[in-house]
């Protein structure tokens, strides 16, 4: 069978006590303006404008060391996260709906469920 996947979206992951000016800094210096301060209504994710043919930009409140990693996007997150173990990567945590991983350069990265539908064209299909 199948299953979909592409970069979705770029992750600032921000270890501070309040997102706010954070979100209002990497704004100015991308020069994208805020589409969603407070995404999910918790403090811990805001979301900058991006137009539809480019990653996603969220910037998201943790308690680790200050980072930035990738999201890939696709329409089977088990399928994804066992293509991605066959090519080296190790699975680190299941958390809701999506898979936190490892790539063999010690990177984090994570494998969500599709967020834009279409998928669009830099999509990758994968048997």
């Keep these: 069978m199948t299953h ?6 770029f ?3 921000c270890e501070v006590d309040d997102l706010t000016p954070h979100v209002e800094f990497w704004s100015k210096a ?4 805020v589409d969603a301060l407070d995404e999910d209504g918790d403090g811990k994710y805001a979301r900058l404008q991006t137009e539809s043919d480019e990653p996603i930009l969220l910037l998201q409140k943790v308690s680790h060391a200050s980072r930035i990693h990738l999201d890939i996007e696709t329409d089977d997150v088990d399928a994804e996260v066992e293509r991605l173990v066959a090519l080296g990567a190790k699975e680190v945590q299941r958390v809701h709906s999506w898979c936190v991983m490892e790539a063999p ?6 494998v969500i469920r599709q967020q834009t539908k279409p998928f669009g064209m830099h999509v990758n299909a994968w048997k």
């Design 4 to 9: 979909h996947s592409r970069l979705c979206s």
């Design 11 to 13: 992750v600032l992951d």
């Design 30 to 33: 991308l020069g994208k303006p």
């Design 105 to 110: 350069s010690g990177h984090r990265f994570c």
